[in-house]
């Protein structure tokens, strides 16, 4: 991919809270993302957007996300859903599929490499009730199996957390062990600039960051001005969910019980 000082490489950021850079927390709280890592390290004349939402669902990239990533014309785009919507009662793979097409097929036909993120296993890093924890990572595993179905259609990027190196390490996660922390987003970056480099974007090699840890303080503050705010302002969303799913995992025959 060559650019000119006259056609800078148009970088853009579809999606939710891990494609807005949650997480990644530098100074004055503002989160920069893995997407802004790599952007940062692109050694062309460059166009950076991104225009992720933390809560956006993938209807939220249709209707309000894709109109304007199709005026600007990218060259390269990373698009992250899926978690919101697996998050939902009414969570349907088919329209997940349907929604994700509809934007990889615009921005296919405009010429857009398009990068994307399959989502890890919750179950490695969360205590939940097992019924809950199966109910989950078969949603997750859901949407997962979209992008693996669609990557048959369209010539993705994708970046396969699980087959990371310390991906499940929490060290590597955010407090809220629901986003990666800024050593997660590195990790992310590093793989994301490996294969834009395999795709002939020129990439700076960037000296490794030092990452400061939290303390024990700095992490229960964080809970208390920000985790617990969160909590109370999803709960009348994520407990039905949960009990929805629990209710549904205990009513589904198992495949051992389906076998005898």
Known sequence: MNATLNKPIRFVVMGDSAAFGTGDVVKADRPLGWTYRIAD???????????ARPGAKSIDLVD???????ALKPDIAVIVVGGNDLLRNNFCPIRLKNNLYEVFSKLHIQG??????E?????????????????LLKRVNAVNEVYVELAR???????????ISG???RKNWHVDMLHPGPRGHMILASEGKRLLKQLGVPISESMVEEIKDFSRREKIMWMILKGTPWFFKRFFDLFPVA??????ESLTPSRDNERS
């Open 41 to 51: 390290a692109i050694e062309a004349p460059l166009v950076y957007l991104n225009i």
């Open 64 to 70: 309000h996300q894709l109109p304007v990533v199709e």
């Open 112 to 117: 857009t490499k398009i990068m994307t993120l």
């Open 119 to 135: 989502l890890h296993d919750p179950s490695k890093l969360l205590k939940l009730p097992k019924a809950l924890e199966r109910a």
């Open 153 to 163: 259609n369209f010539p993705l990027i994708p970046i396969k957390t699980r087959e």
């Open 167 to 169: 991906v499940n390490d």
């Open 243 to 248: 009990l929805f799913l629990i209710i549904k």
